[in-house]
């Protein structure tokens, strides 16, 4: 299986900037594309940005200037930098994986346990 670390997030105010981190470990497995999700209170999950390994990368449009996404794929880690932030980015922010376990012969979708951001206007 594939296990998610996640770190960064808190509290900014508005205008400032954090990083989020996640890291990916497990064994016999491959990563297609990492990316981050977030939810804001009684809102639906929503993509943020993501990137596959190939370095196609996707943001959401209420991001797009502001937020940066880069991986490594030695490390299997992926990073937002997220600048200029607004009170509307609070959210709790998931990181989540699109794998394939050599071991079981199938296709995974591994989330984070989240990280919250709050930005304080």
């Known amino acids: 299986q594939v296990q998610l670390v996640e770190s960064g997030g808190g509290l900014v105010q508005a205008g400032g900037s954090l990083r989020l981190s996640c890291a990916a470990s497990?064994?016999?497995?491959?990563?297609?594309?990492m990316g981050w999700y977030r939810q804001a209170p009684g809102k639906q999950r929503e993509l943020v940005a993501d990137?596959?390994?190939?370095?196609?990368?996707n943001y959401a449009d209420s991001v797009k200037g502001r937020f940066t996404i880069s991986n490594d794929n030695a490390k299997n880690t992926v990073c937002l930098r997220m600048n200029s932030l607004k009170p509307e980015d609070t959210a709790v922010y998931y990181c989540?994986?699109?794998?394939?376990?050599?071991?079981?012969?199938?296709?995974?979708?591994?989330w984070g346990q989240g990280t919250p951001v709050t930005v304080a206007s």
């Open positions: 497990g064994s016999s497995f491959s990563i297609n594309a």
């Open positions: 989540n994986v699109d794998a394939y376990s050599h071991k079981f012969d199938r296709y995974l979708e591994v």
């Open positions: 990137i596959s390994s190939g370095g196609i990368i």
